[in-house]
């Protein structure tokens, strides 16, 4: 039984120990999770058992998932722009905002720009979304997204995370 190497590497193992005399179904070339019986009556591959890599996260063993993995991925690939509004609960009208911040997306300086434009893209698709949709927190959130993201990709050709805070007053 090969234990070490690459597939290759394994394979090539067992080619030699049957070479050398010992039958092919005496010869066990097992993956990551496989598990093998071995008593007074022989070898037999047994049922396999979970196996693979183990995240550790501070004190946590395991528990990170695969939606925070994609997250921080994303997070690592294209940065992040934190939207600040906010509106009237009761007429939907814009008191202060949108503020942006970002981390990981551009350096302050140089980008301040394209934050200048990007805030008024975000004033003009608000301006075009129904009276009665912006004072639906979840709505004006999901525009302010689309139109942040939307103008992030085509004029920088970058895909950060928005995070549009809608505060209510």
Do not use: W
Request: aromatic share 6%.
């Amino acid at each position: 039984m090969p234990i070490h190497g690459e597939y290759r590497h394994l394979a090539r193992h067992a080619v030699l120990a049957t070479g050398m005399g010992l039958a092919a179904d005496d010869c066990f070339i097992l993956d990551d999770g496989d598990v093998l019986e071995v008593d007074a009556a022989g070898a037999r591959r047994g049922e396999r058992v979970a196996a693979g890599r183990v995240f550790v996260d501070g004190k946590g063993v395991g528990d990170v998932g695969d939606v925070v993995l994609r997250d921080r991925r994303h997070l690592s690939d294209g940065g992040m722009v934190l939207a600040i509004l906010a509106v009237n609960q009761q007429t939907g009208e814009i008191i202060s905002g949108p503020d942006l911040i970002s981390r990981g997306f551009a350096i302050e300086d140089e980008s301040q720009a394209y934050f200048e434009r990007a805030k008024e893209v975000v004033l003009e698709a608000l301006a075009a979304l129904a009276p009665e949709l912006r004072t639906v927190p979840a709505e004006v959130k999901e525009e302010m997204r689309k139109a942040l993201r939307r103008y992030f990709r085509k004029t920088l050709e970058r895909r950060p995370v928005v995070l549009p805070f809608v505060m209510e007053l």
